[in-house]
């Protein structure tokens, strides 16, 4: 057994033989709904195409919060204006059915947009009135999305929007099983992989924004602004691309989203969803790409994985103590806090990382060690 | 005519509630410099021990004056307990780190009041039990009830006794000299942690009152009140200029009315196409404004990104 682990250290540790490891890492991917579906079942297949989402929504906020350090604490809003700019689009709602291959960009466009709506005022301040503006930003959006039903129905208010297209493109739609070469695929395997073929593109353009220009400048601003603007960074402008960056990812996400539940309604985009991808990102390791896909799937099997806890309670207890949901929530407040408190880096974190920002008291005596 | 007076009392009545949020947000901004998200759960915290306290104390046939008194001071206690233990856990340690830290620190805090009270006192709206019997007063056309006139006249109570306290106290004077500099504070015989904690048990107590009234006005108390209670009041200290204590007061009763005659009117402004259910966007309309037109606030002496 150990003699195998050192063969394969070895092997993948060779630079010449690195593309096989990165082979097995690809066929294991591209297996593994099968693999899922036959040892925890179907459902768990629909748990990991949501994992997916996630891991694209925590690395739109990680751009936000990781790279730039501005604390977003409405993010789920742009993934909630992706959804519905897809869903109003393409379902009975509003009678028309635009193609998926324009709505995606769409949906990403309008985010943005919302993303500088939203940044452009606010973005010249200082970080904590961000978190604020943004916090009310997100109950904001779902007010609107939860009346917009009168005088004129648009969103169809709290009920929802039904019968949302599935991801089609020519006449290839994702919502009927397809054969191919004996192996079936059912819509949950087909969303699998365009859902993981969005995520790779999604970590593949933030490695590469990381040590990019924008990137440094991004790191430099949250490390030291005003050091940054000495150096000639126009810190407004970099962080308002970090938001509308942050915000396509979001509404990109949204939009897959929508078309994979056919379904999108106010209730998939409370505070709550928000706190939770920003869980995602912080107790993965801010900043760090593969510390925050890791955040991303613990904390989506986390709850489905706490299910299981209700049933436990029963046996144990006699009666349902705790609610599952609610025990989600205390520990993601515990983690926060204890993170900050313990490991403020996370649990990969990143190599070149303090935190964010300039210290919080700029009064403080030189020389205090921090 | 009439609407409008009623809607301008009905506004004062709910800013003072707000301005004496807004104090445990602004004093804490003031001098730490951070946003204590969790005081509005505090707030909460207090609305619902106050409401579980009426329940037990009127249900055992204690006089109403007295089940007031008592379900206050129950939710200043249980208050204040937990403003200084979590600024103890979760801000000291954090006081020299970088600023996304304590603010992260707070929103977990936060989340951990919302569902530790979710727990405790389950997710359904809590009925408040009617101990008082309203009186009817009438003002210039505008109907006033006797909760509403005593909840604007101790909130006022409360903070002119803050404004005189921070003004004429030594601990007032130690309090301004932290938020001005804490170091040289330090050098000048001031114990700066001291000083913090007492301003978190200052803000907390206030807090806890505002909570007691919040139930007596709206009858009502839920596990989630705290976060659109504790968003307005943050909105209220920053219109006055957040760090202000006496624009934290003006902001909030600014507020109140703002959104009062707003929800009132806009109605009959746009048709009948936006109703009241929109109430709850003034608060942010007007934070996302001053932030945009006069970021210090109305009353902050501070300019640029200090605000």
């Keep these: ?78 993934f909630a204006v992706g959804a519905y700019s897809y869903a109003l689009l393409a379902s009975p709602q509003l009678g028309v059915h635009w193609p998926f291959l324009l709505l995606l960009p769409l949906g990403a466009a309008v985010a943005a947009l919302f993303g500088i709506l939203l940044g452009g005022p606010t973005l010249r301040l200082r970080g ?13 959006i779902r007010v609107f999305l939860n009346n917009l039903n009168r ?48 995520a790779v593109l999604s970590i593949i353009i933030s490695l590469r924004l990381e ?20 150096m000639g960074i126009n810190t407004r402008n970099v962080k308002l691309l970090a938001f509308a960056m942050g ?76 609610d599952p949901a609610d025990l989600r929530m205390l520990l993601f407040g515990l983690a926060l806090v204890l993170m900050m408190l313990l490991r403020p880096s996370g649990i990969w974190p990143s190599r070149r990382r303090r935190v964010a920002g300039p210290p919080a008291n700029d009064t403080e005596v030189p020389g205090v060690a921090r | 005519m009439e609407i409008f007076a009623q809607q301008l009392v009905n506004g004062l009545v709910l800013g003072s509630i707000y301005a004496l949020v807004a104090l445990g947000y602004t004093m804490v901004y003031g001098i730490l410099g951070l946003i204590n998200f969790a005081h509005g759960d505090i707030t909460m915290i207090g609305a619902l021990v106050s409401l579980t306290a009426v329940q037990l104390l009127a249900a055992a046939g204690v006089p109403a004056p007295a089940v007031l008194v008592l379900a206050g001071g129950a939710a200043i206690v249980v208050c204040v307990a937990l403003g200084v ?44 039990p ?39 106290s030594r601990m007032g004077r130690a309090m301004r000299a932290t938020e001005q500099n804490p170091a040289v504070a330090g050098l000048m015989g001031v114990n700066t942690n001291t000083v ?37 009041a943050f909105t209220a200290a920053v219109l006055g200029g957040i760090g202000n204590v006496a624009g934290a007061v003006l902001g909030g009763l600014l507020l109140g009315v703002i959104e009062s005659l707003a929800s009132g009117y806009i109605g009959d402004l746009t048709g009948g196409v936006l109703g009241s259910n929109y109430r709850d966007i003034f608060a942010f309309l007007v934070l996302v404004l001053v932030l945009v037109l006069k970021p210090s606030g109305l009353m902050g002496q501070h300019s640029g990104d200090r605000a």
């Design chain 1, 151 to 198: 005088p004129v129905n648009i969103t169809n208010g709290p009920q929802g929007i039904t019968l949302i297209d599935p991801l089609q493109v020519g006449g290839f739609s994702l919502a009927q099983s397809h054969t191919v070469a004996g192996l079936t695929f059912s819509p949950v395997h087909s969303y699998y992989f365009v859902f993981l073929a969005c």
């Design chain 1, 1 to 78: 057994m150990t003699a195998a682990t050192t063969a394969i250290r070895s092997l993948a540790g060779n630079p010449r033989y690195r593309w096989l490891t990165w082979f097995a890492i690809a066929l294991l991917l591209l297996a593994a709904p099968f693999l899922i579906e036959m040892t925890l079942g179907r459902s768990w297949v629909r748990i990991t195409d949501v994992a997916l989402l996630f891991i694209m929504l925590a690395l739109g906020l990680n751009i936000v919060v990781g790279f730039a350090g501005l604390l977003d604490l409405g993010y789920i809003a742009f």
């Design chain 2, 85 to 128: 233990s979590i600024e103890r856990i979760a801000y000291r340690p954090l006081r020299h780190a970088p600023r996304l830290a304590p603010l992260i620190t707070a929103i977990g805090i936060s989340i951990l009041l919302q569902y530790s009270a979710a727990l405790i006192w389950g997710k359904q709206y809590i009925p408040m």
């Design chain 1, 247 to 322: 915000a396509t990812f979001g509404g990109v996400a949204g939009g897959l989203f929508a078309s994979f539940q056919g379904f999108v309604s106010p209730e998939s985009f409370h505070l709550i969803d928000s706190i939770m991808v920003l869980c995602m990102v912080v107790l993965g390791g801010m900043g760090n790409v593969a510390g925050v896909v890791l955040g991303a799937v613990l904390l989506t099997a986390l709850p489905e994985a706490l299910r299981y806890v209700g049933p436990l309670q029963q046996s144990w207890f006699g009666e349902v103590i705790i």
């Design chain 2, 196 to 232: 913090i904690a007492f301003t978190f048990v200052l803000g907390s107590a206030i807090g806890a009152i505002a909570g007691l009234m919040v139930v007596l006005y709206y009858g009502l108390g839920h596990y989630f009140m705290g976060f659109m209670l504790g968003l307005k």
């Design chain 1, 128 to 140: 904590d009135y961000l978190a604020i503006v943004t916090l009310g930003f997100g109950e904001i």
């Design chain 2, 130 to 168: 009617e101990i008082v019997e309203p009186t009817r007063i009438v003002i210039a056309g505008a109907q006033l009830t006797s909760l509403q006139v005593t909840i604007f006249l101790l909130a006022c109570a409360i903070m002119a006794g803050l404004l005189w306290f921070i003004k004429a």
């Design chain 1, 211 to 230: 040590n990019s220009r924008i990137g440094r400048a991004w790191v430099a601003i949250r490390d030291d602004e005003l050091a940054a603007s000495a």
